[in-house]
């Protein structure tokens, strides 16, 4: 990690930028610092849901002590579909000190996490950013995780060059129309190709040490949404193509029609075992070196179950 005196002055050039806030790809340009909101409805206040130490994530990210995580409030895009709408999509408020987010990293470390992480973090980078910076004048060093939607602005990820080790993008779609269907993002294809770009050329393909754990590197989960929604396939291709195939894939299959998506045919529904199994034979065939996938049953027309995390590849 870069040294913490740099972090705190990126932290307060990123919060100057909310006087006109284009931290995200909607580039609201609202003033933040006088209390207006943009379309993730954040302010200059930091807004902490939820942190735990989260055992739910691959376990290249978390080895058996977990990922130290910080699940941050409100949202850049409104996904239908979305598992954490009560937070991400709400009028509460979860206001958090960068301060004591700071000392809870501190904490994280102390207990033996060997990773820590931002869940949702783009709309708050600069109040993110201070409490790093805090923590860091204390000799805090854990890999940092930026487990994004990947609707982020490049100059914002230029910012995180040297701080975040480890990038967590969920590359949700490759066509735009479904993108503002079902997660008003317009633009959103180039906007999470250009910040994958700038993720891959900081950090490159995923690095494990010797505990299993990763340490740097860029992995990047792709929910197969119902009746080809997602375009994952075509997202696969791209990311062999353009960038290479030691960026690690989590391939996801708990696709749950939740929130509003009962109204959103064809989210309506389950993933069926055929299209999950597509989208693997995708994967394989693009010579992946690393990652997650899903175990298929027979039945190709049967619904797939639910489960927090695949079985390793590579």
Not at 1 to 30: K, N, T
């Amino acid at each position: 990690m870069i040294a913490a005196e740099e972090i705190l002055r990126r932290a307060e050039e990123l919060r100057a930028s909310l006087a006109s806030c284009r931290l995200c790809a909607h580039r609201c340009g609202v003033n933040r610092l006088q209390g207006e909101r943009g379309f993730c409805e954040a302010t200059a206040q930091l807004e902490v849901s939820s942190e735990c130490v989260h055992h739910g994530e691959e376990p290249v990210l978390m080895g058996r002590e977990g990922v130290g995580n910080f699940f941050l409030a409100h949202c850049n895009m409104r996904c239908v579909y979305c598992q954490n709408h009560q937070i991400s999509q709400t009028d509460r408020r979860f206001p958090r000190g960068e301060e004591s987010v700071a000392e809870s990293l501190l904490r994280f470390g102390e207990m033996g996490c060997p990773t820590a992480g931002f869940v949702s973090p783009t709309h708050y980078a600069p109040q993110i950013l201070r409490a790093v910076g805090l923590a860091a004048e204390k000799g805090f060093d854990l890999p940092l995780i930026y487990n994004t939607n990947c609707y982020d602005s490049p100059e914002l990820v230029r910012m995180l060059d040297g701080i975040f080790r480890i990038y967590l993008p969920d590359f949700r779609y490759w066509d735009d129309e479904y993108a503002v269907r079902y997660s008003s993002a317009r633009g959103y294809r180039e906007a999470a190709k250009a910040a994958l770009k700038e993720m891959y050329q900081q950090v490159g393909g995923l690095e494990v040490g010797p505990d299993g754990v990763a340490r740097s590197g860029v992995m990047v989960r792709l929910l197969v949404l119902p009746n080809g929604t997602s375009g994952t396939e075509r997202i696969l291709r791209y990311i062999a193509e353009e960038l290479s195939t030691d960026v690690g894939i989590s391939l996801l299959a708990q696709y749950n029609p939740v929130h509003r998506a009962r109204d959103y045919p064809p989210l309506n529904r389950r993933l069926w075992r055929k299209e999950y199994a597509s989208a693997r034979k995708t994967l394989e065939e693009l010579g992946f070196h690393s990652g997650y996938t899903q175990d298929l049953l027979p039945s190709p027309d049967s619904y797939l179950p639910d489960f927090e995390r695949g079985d390793p590849f590579g």
